[in-house]
């Protein structure tokens, strides 16, 4: 059972980036997963999230407007897209699922099934 965040990069501040989340051993269909990021010094925060259906996803006032989240439940994988790339969004992105059809942002850590991060790094 594994989570793998892949995709991410050094980018310039205005640039894209599509993060992928990538689910092996279990059907990513039947759950919602969320994507948060750790910047340097700074706790981890929740920035997006999608239920299983895909029907219903929440973002972040830091990332609403240039971020996408979707999944393709054929490929077993949920996506991040992300636009209009600024310094601050450089941190450790990773994606994560509590097995269930929501995502409790204020859970702690531990009540999350984590995937391995991806690093973003934004230049000016």
């Known amino acids: 059972v594994q989570l793998q965040a892949s995709g991410g990069g050094l980018v310039q501040a205005g640039g894209s980036l599509r993060l992928s989340c990538v689910a092996t051993g279990f059907t990513l269909d039947y759950y919602a997963v969320g994507w948060f990021r750790q910047a340097p010094g700074k706790e981890r925060e929740g920035i997006s999230n999608i239920t299983y259906s895909g029907d219903n996803t929440w973002y972040a006032d830091s990332v609403k407007g240039r971020f996408t989240v979707s999944r393709d439940n054929e490929k077993n994988t949920v996506y991040l897209e992300m636009k209009n790339l600024k310094p601050e969004d450089t941190a450790i992105y990773y994606c994560?699922?509590?097995?269930?059809?929501?995502?409790?942002?204020?859970?702690?850590?531990?009540?999350?099934?984590w995937g391995q991060g991806t690093l973003v790094t934004v230049s000016s």
């Open positions: 994560a699922t509590q097995f269930s059809d929501s995502i409790r942002f204020g859970d702690p850590p531990q009540k999350l099934y």
